[in-house]
């Protein structure tokens, strides 16, 4: 079955910036979409269709794709960024989620 | 304000039956694709399946794990999702989010879930 890969973690101090990376095979054929969660919340979607950004989420927040490897960054990070972050894709109609990676701000 | 409210979690003995309901309001929801996603404790995200709205088609998806026990449904008139679960496993414990599904096969909004507890 199709899966997407995060790193468990990442690690950044306030005002730097975090890149959490997904890789999948399908990537190159099928967008992909970030969702921020943090403790005891919903999830909440931070970037669609590879690198677009819903209204209300803070421009630090950017999306790229490059082949089979999609990277969600965020620029200027904020203690309040500090959160778990989910990749998340389709293999036809099936939707799939990355491992989530737990975006630590020290 | 677009919103969506889960109800019907508990506790409930391997092998047992619980149905999940999802109050829909600010939108049109008979033109909605609607799913259901679940997170065990301390895990990730995990799809659970889909309906689709009736103009396109009302048809339903479901994750293999789940599949041929859950059953995902919609009464328009309503404006409720539903999730009927059969044959619980331990595995299905998990706290269960109602979403909006887009034809683009991700989700825009989100409930603050309900929390299955399959146990004995």
């Known amino acids: 079955s199709y899966e997407l890969t995060q790193p468990p973690s990442v690690s950044v101090s306030p005002g730097q910036t975090a890149r959490i990376t997904c890789s999948g095979d399908a990537l190159p054929k099928q967008y992909a979409y970030w969702y921020q969660q943090k403790p005891g919340q919903a999830p909440v979607l931070v970037i669609y269709k590879d690198s677009e950004r819903p209204s209300g989420i803070p421009e630090r927040f950017s999306g790229s794709s490059s082949g089979t490897t999609v990277t969600l960054t965020i620029s200027g990070v904020q203690a309040e960024d500090e959160a778990d972050y989910y990749c998340?894709?389709?293999?036809?109609?099936?939707?799939?989620f990355g491992g989530g990676t737990k975006l630590t701000v020290l | 304000e677009v919103q969506l409210v889960e109800s019907g979690g508990g506790l409930v003995k391997p092998g047992g039956s619980l149905r999940l309901s999802c109050a829909a309001s600010g939108f049109t929801f008979s033109n909605a694709w609607m799913s259901w996603v679940r997170q065990a404790p301390g895990k990730g995200l995990e799809w659970v399946g889909r309906?689709?709205?009736?103009?396109?088609?009302?048809?339903?998806d479901y994750a293999a794990p789940v599949k041929g026990r859950f059953t995902i449904s919609r009464d328009d008139s309503k404006n409720t999702l539903y999730l009927q679960m059969n044959s619980l496993k331990t595995e299905d414990t998990a706290v269960y989010y109602c979403?909006?599904?887009?034809?683009?096969?991700?989700?825009?909004?989100w409930g603050k879930g309900t929390t299955v507890t399959v146990s004995s």
């Open positions: 998340q894709s389709a293999d036809s109609t099936h939707v799939v």
């Open positions: 979403t909006t599904e887009t034809s683009y096969y991700y989700m825009d909004v």
């Open positions: 309906i689709k709205s009736k103009t396109d088609g009302g048809t339903t």
